[in-house]
C-alpha cells in the first residue's frame, strides 16, 4: 500500500477524475502554473493543459459563477477557492444559485460541481484565514457538505462528490496536508454519506469531524490510560449527516460530546448537541456537551490562535469531567 500524503490524495483524485471524464475541469486562482495555494494541483497542468486547469482572476464571483453556469450546461467542474473565508465572495453564486437551481427548474437541471476551499487554523493566517465557516454551508439546503480527516477520506470523498448530482462543498483543513498514512486506494470506498467509529468505547461518545478527528483520538487514548474509554465518531460529511452512527453510540454510552473547530453559537456543534438532546434524549444520562472554537476572531499570534480552537488536552480534561 502507498504511502501518501493528505495533499498527494487529493492530487491524485484530481488526476484520475480528469482522465476519466472529459467534462471534468478544474477552475481557480493559480490552480494551473502555479498548482495550487497548498499545491493540491501541481503538476496536472503538464498532462491535461491550460483548458482544463483554468487560472483565474482574483475573482471569487467569477470563478464559482462559471462554475454554476458549466455545470447546468452538463459539465463537471471543480472549482477551488483559496481560502473558505472568501466564501462570502460568492454567497449569490452558491447559495442563491447553485443550490436552488435543481428545485427553482423541477428538476429539470441540477449543477453537479465540487467547490473545494481550504479551512481551519495552525499557520498564523490572521483573522481573515484561518476561519471554520462549514456552518454557513450546513445552514443552506441544496448544498452536500464533505469534511474529511484521513488521506483515505481525502481522496475517496473527493472522487464520490463528483459523482452527485448537486453541488458539493469540499472543506479541506489546511493543517492535515502533510498527514502521511498508508492507505489502499483499491479498497472498496465507504457508502457516500456515512460516518465512521474511529474508536469503539463504553463510557461516551465523542462526535467530530476534519482536523478535531486527530485530537479527539489522541484524548481518547489518554482517558483510555486512566481507565475511561470513549468512542470517537469521525462524521466525514455533515450534509448527507449520517445521524444514525451518532444515535447508536450515544444510546449505547448515555453520554456524548461534540467537538469542532468552528464558534460555539450557532456552530455546527450546536446543531449536534440539539439533534443528539432531542433524538436521543431517553438515552442521555447527563447534557450534551459542546467543545468548540471560541466566539472570537481568530489571532495571527501562534499561542492565541492555539489556544482559541481545541486540541487533545481540553477534549481530554472536558471528557473526564463529564465521564467522572
Known amino acids: 500500500m502507498p504511502m501518501l500524503t493528505y495533499r498527494e490524495a ?9 482522465r476519466a471524464d472529459d467534462d471534468v475541469f478544474v477552475i481557480g486562482e493559480e490552480v494551473g502554473r502555479y498548482g495550487g495555494a497548498y499545491g493540491v494541483t501541481k ?7 491550460p483548458d482544463r486547469l483554468i487560472d483565474t482572476p482574483i475573482s471569487e464571483p467569477a470563478i464559482v459563477g462559471t462554475a454554476v453556469g458549466a455545470a447546468m450546461a452538463g459539465m463537471r467542474p471543480i472549482a477551488e477557492l483559496m481560502y473558505v473565508d472568501f466564501l462570502g465572495m460568492a454567497m449569490d ?10 428545485y427553482m427548474f423541477g428538476g ?6 465540487v467547490l473545494r476551499t481550504q479551512g481551519g487554523t495552525g499557520r498564523s493566517a490572521g483573522a481573515q484565514h484561518s476561519q471554520s465557516l462549514e456552518a454557513y454551508v450546513m445552514h443552506t439546503p441544496g448544498l452536500r457538505l464533505c469534511m474529511p480527516a484521513t488521506v483515505y477520506d481525502a481522496y475517496h ?10 453541488p458539493v462543498v469540499f472543506i479541506e483543513h489546511k493543517g492535515l496536508y502533510a498527514l502521511r498514512e498508508e492507505v489502499d486506494l483499491d479498497e472498496p470506498p465507504p457508502a457516500w ?10 463510557d461516551g461518545v465523542l462526535v467530530a469531524y476534519s482536523r478535531v478527528v486527530h485530537h479527539a483520538m489522541a484524548a481518547a487514548e489518554t482517558l483510555a490510560g486512566q481507565g475511561i474509554e470513549v468512542s ?19 444510546e449505547k454510552t448515555g453520554k456524548a460530546m461534540v467537538v469542532s473547530e468552528g464558534p460555539m453559537t450557532a456552530g455546527v456543534g450546536a446543531e449536534l448537541a440539539a439533534r443528539i438532546s432531542e433524538e436521543c434524549f431517553d438515552f442521555l444520562e447527563d447534557p450534551v456537551v459542546r467543545v468548540t472554537g471560541e466566539d472570537i476572531p481568530i489571532s495571527v499570534s501562534v499561542e ?8 487533545a488536552e481540553l477534549i481530554e480534561e472536558t471528557a473526564r469531567k463529564l465521564l467522572a
Open 193 to 202: 454519506g456515512e460516518a465512521v467509529v474511529r474508536r469503539e468505547g463504553r
Open 43 to 49: 503538476g496536472l497542468i503538464e498532462e491535461f493543459g
Open 10 to 18: 487529493l492530487n491524485r483524485a484530481h488526476a484520475e477524475a480528469l
Open 157 to 166: 470523498l473527493l472522487r464520490q462528490a463528483l459523482e452527485q448530482p448537486d
Open 304 to 311: 492565541l490562535e492555539k489556544g482559541s480552537v481545541p486540541g
Open 108 to 113: 429539470q437541471i441540477g449543477v453537479p460541481m
Open 232 to 250: 470517537v465518531i469521525d462524521l466525514r460529511t455533515l450534509n448527507p449527516l449520517d445521524f444514525a452512527t451518532v444515535r447508536r453510540e450515544v
Open 93 to 102: 453564486q452558491l447559495c442563491n444559485q447553485a443550490a436552488k437551481i435543481r
